[in-house]
């Protein structure tokens, strides 16, 4: 059996694929940590590239370690070496007899340091192996022509000391995006969109200075944790591509005003995004199979545009109405999955334009009025009942002028069943009547503060009904 190669996991892999009858193959759990870093271990040029660096004498180290045993219990080696210093302080002991003593204690001691020494050969030889995968990924790369002359170009001036600070790489069918890239430090843009990329180096996380980068129309099936380090990065489009998530660290790029993930296979955004992306203005994620919101979503306070159509989404979260610089939701197309909306998005004040369309939608909310920046709206393909399809095609300002006509009525309504409840607890006493002058006089506050009854509105403004103590009792 192998000594642990765990710690070793490329040195364990290439050894399996050396010789697959001697070297078992590295746990799932090693395989998956191999990926980011190594996508191209499967491609077999690189692997007889690596093979080829594994020296002759590897099985000799390997075995001398499986006769050795296991490693020392690091309490036992530090209590060995505690005792051999305390056997040579004894002044009683002579050099002859302090050495004899110590050598019962020195075995654990000289077994760890033999342990210690073989496995930095084994970490040495991981370095390397590491190293030999980069040359030969940059090998792989001129030998197919997979980096044309345009991109070998970029490469040389950066290495001669040119300043680069935008590449446009666009439709060059580019398979691999050379590590070297990383070294071109003062880049600020990068656009590297309708390519066949696959994966996005980790050498990305170098370009310090980036702002925009467009991996979009690619291949690639995540995105590096370290994209999180361009603290600068404001605009990022990975559009089109095959992404199931992204990463966590994304919330780190506290730079962010635009993001586009939209065409992936994205099934849940990261928890903390909000929490992060204080500055995104847009966000773009419409056309994946998001079911949730992160209730971090909530906490983009810069957050003006906002589409999430053609998704498979369950709800809007009630604290939607903290983004109150939002202009443009677009929630249409989720199906048989929204079902409504919150009262709380109509404190979205600054919404211009608003999309519902095919949902399963039955009645809006009806403080719906206080949206009056609100100048497309679209209901389209839902099971409206509040307001009716007819209201509702004819556009914003119908349907707010039928919300508020509705919201009287309700007003109007509660006015009435409370004067009659009033009326018949009053048993001769005046307290009915009291009761009632306080209800009319409240609902007329509030239907002047919707704009009827001839009120002027104009100490405070708008007020949502479910902010009068009125609506509170009632």
Not at 156 to 173: F, Q, T, W, Y
Request: proline share 4%; hydrophobic share 35%; net charge negative.
């Amino acid at each position: 059996m192998d000594h642990d190669l765990e710690k070793f996991p490329l040195l364990s892999y290439v050894l399996h694929q050396f010789n697959s009858d001697h070297h078992a193959p590295p746990s799932m759990a090693v395989q998956q940590t191999l990926a980011p870093s190594f996508p191209l271990l499967s491609d077999q040029e690189i692997i007889s590239s690596l093979t080829k660096s594994i020296p002759t004498t590897i099985t000799q180290t390997l075995s001398v370690l499986a006769s050795l045993g296991s490693r020392p219990d690091p309490s036992a080696v530090s209590s060995a070496r505690s005792k051999i210093a305390q056997v040579l302080r004894k002044e009683s002991l002579s050099p002859e007899e302090a050495a004899k003593e110590a050598e019962i204690y020195a075995g654990v001691v000289r077994l760890e340091e033999v342990h210690d020494s073989y496995e930095k050969q084994l970490r040495s030889l991981e370095e390397e192996l590491s190293k030999v995968y980069a040359t030969a990924v940059e090998s792989l790369l001129r030998s197919r022509e997979e980096v044309n002359e345009e991109v070998v170009a970029v490469l040389k001036a950066a290495e001669s000391g040119g300043v680069v600070e935008r590449i446009d790489l666009s439709g060059h069918e580019l398979k691999l995006l050379p590590e070297a890239f990383g070294k071109i430090v003062g880049l600020v843009s990068l656009n590297l969109s309708c390519n066949d990329l696959t994966f996005i180096p980790d050498a990305i996380s170098k370009l310090k200075k980036l702002e925009e980068l467009d991996v979009s129309s690619n291949s690639l099936e995540s995105l590096p944790d370290s994209i999180g380090m361009l603290l600068n990065l404001k605009i990022l489009n990975v559009t089109a591509n095959n992404l199931t998530a992204l990463p966590e660290s994304i919330a780190h790029c506290r730079s962010l005003v635009e993001l586009d993930a939209s065409y992936n296979n994205l099934t849940s955004l990261p928890t903390n995004i909000g929490y992060g992306l204080q500055n995104l203005e847009r966000l773009s994620i419409q056309l994946n199979k998001l079911r949730y919101f992160p209730a971090s979503i909530c906490e983009m306070r810069s957050l003006k545009y906002l589409d999430a159509h053609m998704n498979e989404i369950h709800g809007i979260p009630n604290s939607i109405g903290k983004l109150t610089k939002l202009e443009v939701l677009n929630m249409s197309s989720n199906f048989n999955n929204l079902l409504g909306v919150p009262d709380t998005i109509t404190d979205l004040t600054n919404l211009r334009e608003l999309d519902l369309g095919n949902n399963q939608i039955q009645a809006i909310p009806d403080s719906f009025y206080m949206l009056k920046k609100l100048e497309k709206l679209n209901l389209d393909q839902n099971p409206l009942e509040i307001p009716s399809k007819e209201v509702a095609s004819q556009g914003a300002e119908a349907v707010r002028e039928f919300m508020k006509k509705r919201w009287t009525e309700i007003m109007a309504e509660e006015k009435q069943r409370i004067g009659v409840e009033a009326e018949r607890q009053r048993h001769g006493d005046e307290s009915g009547w009291v009761l009632i002058s306080w209800v009319s006089n409240l609902v007329s506050d509030v239907t002047q503060t919707i704009g009827f009854g001839g009120g002027s509105g104009g100490d405070g403004g708008d007020k949502k009904p479910g902010e009068s103590h009125f609506y509170h009792q009632i």
